[in-house]
């Protein structure tokens, strides 16, 4: 926050700055999120590109789904909801999937994983 000041000894305006939490608290580190279900839980294999929809607590804006470690593109709808944008080379063979979310620093951290089985 800064604010001028009139300094009566100098006639003139000071610029005073001020750093203080008091106005503009700190958030703290970010939350290390908890997955718990997708939807759809289970997938077909060989099928095309699908929305998966993640389902847990502690979503924050930035936060990312990862599809056996990789990155996919993530839009947050709330802090209990993500949707995840999953190509059909993802579920071109048979097998489970894991899903985790990632929260951005500072704090944040990957969450457990939720298996998804593509059959």
């Given amino acids: 926050m800064s604010y001028l000041t009139y300094n009566s000894s ?4 000071d610029l005073v700055l001020s750093r203080t939490n008091l106005f503009y608290p700190s958030l703290g580190p970010n939350p290390l999120p908890v997955a718990k279900s997708t939807n759809p839980s289970q997938v077909k294999s060989k099928g095309p590109n699908f929305l998966l929809t993640l389902n847990g607590s502690q979503f924050i804006q930035g936060a990312t789904v990862q599809w056996n470690g990789s990155d996919r593109t993530t ?3 709330s802090s209990t909801q993500l949707i995840a944008d999953i190509p059909a080379s993802d579920i071109a063979s048979a097998g489970t999937a894991r899903i985790t979310v990632l929260n951005p620093p500072p704090g944040g951290g990957k969450s457990g994983a ?6």
Avoid at 10 to 13: A, D, L, R, V
């Fill in 75 to 77: 839009r947050w709808v």
């Fill in 114 to 119: 939720v298996l998804l089985r593509i059959k």
């Fill in 10 to 13: 100098t006639g003139g305006y």
